[in-house]
Nanobody, 128 residues
Framework: QVHLVESGGDMVQVGGSLKLSCKIDVHMPETYIMGWFRQAPGKEREFVAAVSRSGASERYADSVRDRFTISRDNAKNTMFLQMSSLKPEDTADYFC?????????????????????WGQGTQVTVSS
């Protein structure tokens, strides 16, 4: 069983920054693709970003590109999401996800079904 634990959620003001972390409880984190999704109240879960096993390749939703940065530190079993220039529409529960599939540039990682393991989420609220 793969356990993912998110942290770092908080309430911030519009234009502020926040860094989320996701700890993956496995022996070899470098064998997992990882990603971030979010879900606002009353809305479907949506893709935010994904990162390849080594961290060399990244994918972003258009809504967060140039504001959010995904990264990972496999030595610390941790993935990050640095968020800046936050907007009220970024308010949501943020979930990290993992998959043992190989990274393919032709794959649509915005599809939640691509990921097999999920964390419980951390709440981000952006207030105006």
């Amino acid at each position: 069983q793969v356990h993912l634990v998110e942290s770092g959620g908080d309430m911030v003001q519009v234009g502020g920054s926040l860094k989320l972390s996701c700890k993956i409880d496995v022996h070899m984190p470098e064998t997992y693709i990882m990603g971030w999704f979010r879900q606002a109240p009353g809305k479907e879960r949506e893709f935010v970003a994904a990162v390849s096993r080594s961290g060399a390749s990244e994918r972003y939703a258009d809504s967060v590109r140039d504001r959010f940065t995904i990264s990972r530190d496999n030595a610390k079993n941790t993935m990050f999401l640095q968020m800046s220039s936050l907007k009220p529409e970024d308010t949501a529960d943020y979930f990290c996800a993992a998959s043992q599939a190989y990274w393919r540039n032709t794959v649509d990682y915005s599809d939640p079904s691509r990921f097999d393991y999920w964390g419980q989420g951390t709440q981000v609220t952006v207030s105006s």
